[in-house]
């Protein structure tokens, strides 16, 4: 089975920064798009971020653009999701998940794995 592990989240306040963390297995991280998403209480859950590696393409979500970037260090096969001008709608459960077909984009349908999330609140 594929295993993707989050790490990072926490508490902060609004204008705050936070770097959340993906490990992701090689053959998967090779070959696949990685992306965050995010999903708080009674909504629907939210394509934030996400990049193809071997393609070197991303996509970000209007509300997170100019705010969050993605980087990647390719020797630990991680992909990190730097947080920065926090708000309080941020917060949330915040996931990686893995699509290994063509798709890069923030339809959380189209994803093949994901991870357990790791949380992420900001106060005001």
């Known amino acids: 089975q594929v295993q993707l592990v989050e790490s990072g989240g926490g508490s902060v306040q609004a204008g705050g920064s936070l770097r959340l963390s993906c490990a992701v297995p090689g053959h998967i991280y090779r070959t696949a798009c990685i992306a965050w998403f995010r999903q708080a209480p009674d909504k629907e859950r939210e394509g934030v971020a996400g990049i193809n590696p071997a393609a070197g393409t991303s996509f970000f979500s209007d509300s997170v653009k100019g705010r969050f970037a993605i980087s990647r260090d390719n020797l630990k096969n991680t992909l990190y999701l730097q947080m920065n001008v926090l708000k309080p709608e941020d917060t949330a459960m915040y996931y990686c998940?893995?699509?290994?077909?063509?798709?890069?984009?923030?339809?959380?349908?189209?994803?093949?794995?994901w991870g357990q999330g790791t949380q992420v609140t900001v106060s005001s």
């Open positions: 998940a893995a699509d290994v077909g063509p798709y890069c984009g923030p339809r959380a349908g189209e994803y093949d794995y």
